[in-house]
């Protein structure tokens, strides 16, 4: 039987290391792709991400429950704010990603991309392109209009779970959802 | 029918931003309206580009076994800040002041409560103690009184008085022997107060060092680290610490024990300095106390007591970098912004707190690895006993550091001293020929983790964009370079610029979204130093070369009527598009595969070398131009008539 994650943070706070692991392991991939998008910077997530955990293993004496992953997304949240006002001095462009990700430059892209029968490479630049386009629009949003699009819309919390991530009322998030959605409106590329 | 619902509305009700009454509203008139429903679909289709971004982002084993690493270090406790209720301060600072009160007193007027409290001593150090008795009775008080900057202000080794305030993190001791204990009645909570103490007392040294046992169990305080710069090589894994931490000494001998336990630090590099009172102070040795591991102690005489700073610096392995570029160029091609980084990671077992850090471009010639000096078990080599030494050269001559205790006594203990031993040497040539790049500020990089720090950032770089074809070089596609110099007429100039990689942006459109123009590597760049940028395949600029006309003519014939000689001429016609909207330049290399030859063209080109011609064309944008040109080769005894 699967352990619940109260459990597992009952037992690594009794000092149960592989509790903890499960727990990364358990939600590692839904916070990374939320730090990401977060960030706009694989680099700079990896890093929050370190912070994010670094932060539940300090603070799990802390978690009353009942709902861990609410509680994990608002130390994520903290952890993207605090980053983000830290290193804005370093202007980081969001760009990078794409090549911190895939670590290819347009030649390798090349290669691999033609080995692959179904290749197209306008359809490939142009599909990159408009990724692009909807990541720039996204990291041009607010920081708390942001965050809520991203938990809500990717990370598909319900309106009371970014509520509760984001200390404010339900009617906050669905007014930033809404300013988040009204402002994308004109910046989505058409697909 | 009601109207047809807003776009606002529409957002709403796909979204379920609005309320359970709006929901049903217009849920019923969607049902009926098939124009809202069409103007749905299409919003719908809009945000569908959301999901272009719904990638799964997988967390690397290596990212989960870093983390794992930090959730093994024990939690730090935050302190409580206390200064943030100013009435709450006054009286913790009244309390604090009392209780430094209290126990001055108490260490002075009741000298005797330390000895009861030390309990009995172990027999094995009873003759030792015999033989210290002479300095015993000179120098021992029976309070153990130390002071340092951290807001410890005591240590007594009599029951739980543990340090308040003090930062469980650092790893150096001081440690004192029962001979050298004098007591001070500073506080290190008042610097003038410990500054006023660093006089001269009149009582006198004695003329043998302590010995200090080697002891496992010990009670210390620990000094912090007020200041640390690191010099991190890329060129090898080894940085070069200095750290400043201030000491406390008394009058008299000091040991000072200096502990690395898990992390990377070359311990024959180790060396300790005084910053002040240099001429009161002499460090004298530097030993390594047998069985226990991962530790130094310092033997310092000192004509002062009180707090002094000291330069501590050895060599660590497990902290790096690297640098890498980010180019944006602007819309024109005619500038760029550069912005280039520096990303640090530390896995030296240490974390290094608001570390001043400084960067090495240049190769370093070390001896040894610091990373196997570091995992040696013991800093020289295994320990041998005292009875052992003769064995070997006998000149290990240690009695006089132990204060004379010599035979039975010490017969089972080891020890080494590194002034006795040869010390491993870490070479360095033509250092005032390496770049030194120091990063502004101070940055706290804690154990396994990496840092990416902003190192300069430049706008408006001048740059030239070329196009390059080549096909000996790059086969049938033409090349982007992009061409700047390293100096002040570029904005930049200011320092050489390390190698990296460099990753060029361009403006894809006026709303100002970025496009992945091209990356490479760049080696070292020296100021004033041009560079040249391969960026890659230039999609948009095509070259098509087409052999037009072949023939041959001019035969030469030998004696026995065989060709001899003849001429190879050659009709080429190249199509080159630019389907940009910038206006390019591009420069065509042709080979010829023999140094004899002569090239018609109404196009002017340049003598690359002896086989090649280079032609430079500049091309409107989205233009097409023809190159064409007559190639005559020279062969076998006709290659004479071309010098002739």
């Given at each position: 039987m699967e352990n619940t994650d109260k459990s597992l943070i009952d037992a690594h706070c009794q000092g149960d290391p592989a509790a903890f692991g499960e727990l990364v392991r358990r939600y590692g991939d839904r916070v990374l792709g939320y730090l990401i998008k977060m960030s706009g910077n694989r680099e700079q997530a990896e890093d929050l991400f370190q912070e994010t955990f670094k932060r539940v293993h300090e603070k799990a004496h802390t978690f009353r429950g009942p709902q861990f992953k609410s509680w994990l997304f608002k130390i994520a949240t903290n952890a993207a704010l605090d980053g983000r006002r830290r290193s804005r001095r370093m202007k980081a462009i969001s760009l990078n990603q794409q090549f911190d990700s895939d670590n290819m430059n347009s030649e390798q892209l090349g290669v691999i991309a033609t080995a692959d029968d179904s290749y197209n490479p306008s359809e490939q630049a142009s599909k990159a392109e408009q990724t692009e386009q909807v990541r720039q629009a996204i990291e041009l949003l607010p920081e708390r209009q942001r965050a809520t699009l991203v938990l809500a819309y990717y990370q598909q919390l319900s309106y009371t779970d970014v509520a509760q991530v984001l200390g404010c009322s339900v009617g906050t998030v669905k007014t930033q959802m809404f300013r988040a959605l009204k402002t994308l409106a004109d910046k989505l590329p058409e697909i | 029918m009601k109207n047809h619902l807003t776009e606002n509305e529409l957002i709403e009700y796909q979204f379920k931003l609005g309320s359970q009454e709006q929901q049903n509203t217009s849920h019923e008139h969607l049902a009926g309206c098939g124009e809202c429903r069409e103007r749905l679909e299409k919003l719908n289709k809009k945000y569908?580009?959301?999901?272009?971004?719904r990638e799964d982002a997988h967390v690397s084993e290596e990212l989960i076994s870093q983390v794992m690493a930090q959730a093994k270090q024990p939690v730090r406790q935050k302190v409580v800040p206390f200064y943030k209720s100013s009435w709450f301060g006054a009286v913790a600072a009244a309390l604090v002041l009392g209780f430094v009160f209290l126990v001055s007193n108490l260490n002075t007027d009741k000298p005797t409560r330390q000895q009861l409290a030390k309990g009995p001593e172990p027999k094995g150090k009873a003759a030792i103690k015999e033989s210290e008795a002479k300095h015993e009775a000179e120098t021992a008080r029976p309070t153990r009184e130390f002071v340092q900057d951290t807001g410890v202000t005591t240590e007594m080794p009599?029951?739980?008085?543990?340090?308040?305030?003090?930062?469980?993190?650092?790893?150096i001791v001081a440690k004192e022997t029962s001979d050298m204990i004098a007591p001070t009645k500073v506080s290190a909570l008042d610097i003038t107060a410990v500054e006023a103490a660093i006089t001269p007392t009149t009582k006198p040294i004695s003329e043998q060092p302590p010995f200090a046992p080697a002891s496992a169990i010990e009670l210390v305080t620990l000094p912090r680290r007020d200041k640390v710069q690191l010099t991190i090589?890329?060129?090898?894994?080894f940085t070069l610490v200095r750290e400043r931490r201030n000491l406390t000494l008394k009058k008299g001998w000091n040991w000072l024990q200096f502990m690395w336990a898990n992390t990377l630090i070359d311990p024959t590099s180790l060396s300790m300095e005084p910053l002040d009172q240099m001429e009161k102070i002499d460090i004298q040795q530097l030993v390594f106390p047998a069985r226990l591991r991962e530790l130094g102690r310092w033997l310092i005489r000192s004509e002062i007591s009180g707090q002094v700073p000291f330069e501590i610096t050895y060599f660590t392995s497990g902290l790096s970098w690297r640098a890498f570029y980010m180019g944006t160029l602007s819309q024109d091609e005619k500038t760029m912004k550069m912005q280039g980084y520096v990303r640090i990671g530390n896995n030296s077992g240490e974390d290094y707190e608001e570390a001043q850090t400084r960067l090495i471009v240049g190769k370093v010639h070390i001896l040894d690895q610091i990373a196997e000096l570091a995992k040696r078990q013991y800093p020289y080599n295994r320990p041998i006993s005292l009875g052992k030494m003769g064995g070997r050269g006998g000149d290990y001559d240690v009695g006089g550091m132990m204060g004379g205790i010599k035979g039975d006594n010490m017969r089972d203990s080891f020890m080494f001293v590194d002034e006795k031993l040869s010390r491993k040497e870490i070479r360095k040539e033509g250092l005032s020929e390496y770049f030194l790049y120091t990063i502004e500020g101070t940055e706290t990089i804690p154990n396994e983790w990496g840092k990416r720090l902003l190192s300069f950032e430049a706008e408006d770089i001048a740059v030239e964009s070329l196009y390059k074809y080549d096909e000996e070089r790059w086969g049938n596609q033409a090349i982007k370079f992009v061409k700047f110099t390293n100096d002040e007429e570029h904005n930049l100039g200011q320092t050489p610029i390390p190698n990296g990689d460099v990753k060029i942006y361009g403006y894809a459109d006026e709303q100002g979204f970025l496009s992945y123009v091209g990356g490479t590597g760049i080696k070292y760049i020296p100021v004033d130093e041009e560079v040249e940028l391969n960026?890659?395949?230039?999609?948009?600029v095509e070259i098509e070369p087409k052999l037009m006309d072949f023939k041959t003519e001019n035969y030469i014939f030998d004696n026995n009527g065989d060709v001899s000689g003849w001429d190879e001429i050659r009709t080429w016609k190249i199509e080159i598009t630019n389907t940009r909207t910038l206006p390019i330049q591009i420069e065509i290399t042709r080979g010829f595969g023999t140094a004899y030859w002569t090239l018609q063209s109404g196009t002017p080109y340049d003598k690359h070398d002896a086989s090649h011609a280079r032609f430079m064309l500049e091309l409107e944008p989205r233009s097409k131009q023809i190159l064409e040109y007559t190639i005559r080769t020279y062969h076998g005894t006709r290659e004479e008539s071309l010098n002739q």
């Open positions: - | 569908a580009a959301l999901d272009l971004l009599t029951v739980a008085t543990e340090p308040a305030q003090e930062e469980a993190i650092t790893r090589y890329n060129s090898a894994d960026l890659g395949p230039a999609r948009l």
